[in-house]
């Protein structure tokens, strides 16, 4: 569903990633100990769909995770625009830790919805993303028990 506007590669840990700090969604540790990044250090990481509909609703959650040992002059801090507004930010990954940044409500009523992770003007590296899920909410109009099911 989601397409990239930009060439990306792929970053990965060389540690064996037992003892990975997880969060609530625990995702698995071959996901987390792998992230994408632009190839271009100065351009954001950016990806977009499209809805079939403007009314549909979407919740996304994009996971986080430093797989890099930097060095003492290196920092990774970035932040996530959606449609050019700021979704949430600044956001500096710690190292073998999860973060996950999800939208509180559903988002809606766009024709596209374009998401940039863009780098401050303190980074020395360009931002990096290890996973994200989209969810499309389907309402269904009838219930599919009966109101009784369960009742004694």
Request: proline share 7%; hydrophobic share 40%; charged share 15%.
């Amino acid at each position: 569903m989601p397409h990239g506007l930009n060439q990306w590669t792929q970053l990965s840990s060389t540690l064996h990633l037992l003892d990975i700090f997880q969060n609530d969604y625990k995702l698995p540790e071959v996901v987390m100990s792998t992230a994408a990044t632009p190839i271009n250090a100065s351009a954001p990481f950016q990806f977009y769909w499209g809805p079939d509909n403007v009314d549909d609703k979407f919740y996304i959650y994009m996971h986080f995770s430093e797989v890099e040992i930097l060095a003492e002059n290196e920092t990774r801090t970035f932040n996530i625009f959606m449609n050019g507004k700021l979704f949430y930010g600044p956001l500096t990954p710690g190292y073998l830790t999860t973060n996950t940044i999800y939208a509180k409500s559903a988002l809606t009523g766009a024709t596209r919805y374009l998401f940039s992770l863009a780098k401050t003007g303190t980074s020395t590296l360009p931002p990096i993303i290890n996973a994200m899920e989209i969810y499309k909410v389907i309402d269904f109009p009838q219930s599919e028990t009966e109101q009784d099911d369960g009742m004694l």
